[in-house]
């Protein structure tokens, strides 16, 4: 069954929301998507799923794709937007809980990782497991001082406004890595098509308003502390998996020091994976269905362990 369309969520916000469900569901799995994209970029990966028998729902973020009105997009209201997209996450899965009788596995790429992290500190009792694609460490000092450039910016510039200052100091240094460079989105795969296909859709890659930030930078400092990582149910299976050369998770580093801070805080099973070369976008990545397959292998071995 495939269905696409809005529902209202936690606050009256309609959330437009693609499912798929084959006749047989082994799972479900819910995505997350990343900044300045939206749910219909996975396709190919959610073909992958459904073959396997897994049911995908995912949803478009506040801010983005079909769930934000034009004059919304890239935007989250301050002091209330991440946290709102987080509890939208929240409403979603409870009400895949009362449309399907599966195991509900919750994936988080990019910055829909940090909203599923924190997303799991605050509800351990919805899911039966988390993947995290192209994630990455605390920012640190970094991330204070991007928040206190965007409280600047949003005091004298307004909230709405589109800030390219933010957007450069979030993203300029990452396509650095990448020379010669053919475009500023090299950054995001080594397949020339995949990155024109993202430069080439009207609802990717959009600059967001200074609030956007302001909420980014706080929200992914507060799901990344030790002690928000802390709250994370240490019952619950993890699999982080990212290209060990994605500038988001400091080329492996970050995602290394995520995996053995998890560990730290008592997580029983949490599996690592880097792929070679990969980039940011390990779902648009050269070798994506062995990445597909990859993700599916640990899905099974999971489901089994609870059957």
Not at 54 to 66: N, P, Q
Not at 71 to 87: C, I, M, R, S, T
Not at 131 to 148: D, F, R, V
Not at 217 to 239: D, R, W
């Amino acid at each position: 069954m495939l269905w696409e369309g809005t529902i209202p969520s936690h606050d009256g916000t309609l959330l437009y929301v693609r499912k798929r469900i084959p006749s047989n569901v082994r799972a479900v799995i819910q995505m997350a998507h990343g900044m300045t994209e939206h749910g219909g970029v996975y396709d190919e990966f959610i073909d992958a799923l459904v073959a396997a028998g897994f049911a995908v729902y995912i949803h478009d973020h506040r801010g983005h794709g079909k769930t934000a009105l034009e004059e919304d997009l890239g935007h989250l209201e301050p002091k209330l937007g991440w946290n709102h997209a987080v509890q939208d996450i929240i409403f979603l899965s409870e009400h895949i809980r009362e449309e399907v009788d599966a195991p509900l596995f919750l994936l988080g790429h990019s910055m829909g990782s940090f909203l599923s992290r924190r997303v799991v500190q605050l509800r351990d009792d919805l899911y039966d497991g988390l993947l995290l694609s192209g994630t990455g460490a605390s920012p640190g000092l970094l991330g204070k001082l991007g928040e206190i450039v965007a409280k600047f910016e949003m005091t004298v510039r307004g909230k709405r406004t589109k800030s390219p200052l933010l957007n450069h100091l979030s993203f300029g240094s990452f396509n650095a890595h990448f020379k010669p460079a053919a475009t500023e989105s090299d950054w995001l795969s080594s397949d020339p098509q995949q990155v024109q296909r993202y430069m080439n859709d009207p609802l990717c890659g959009f600059i967001c308003t200074t609030s956007f930030y302001k909420e980014l930078f706080s929200g992914v400092a507060q799901a990344t502390s030790k002690a928000g990582m802390m709250q994370t149910p240490t019952t619950l299976p993890i699999y982080l998996f990212s290209g060990d050369r994605d500038p988001v998770g400091d080329m492996g580093k970050g995602v290394q020091q995520s995996y053995n801070l998890y560990r730290k805080c008592g997580v029983q099973d949490v599996t690592i994976k880097l792929y070679k070369d990969g980039r940011h976008e390990m779902f648009h990545e050269v070798n994506r269905q062995d990445v597909f397959q990859d993700v599916i292998h640990w899905l099974h071995a999971h489901i089994r362990k609870n059957e």
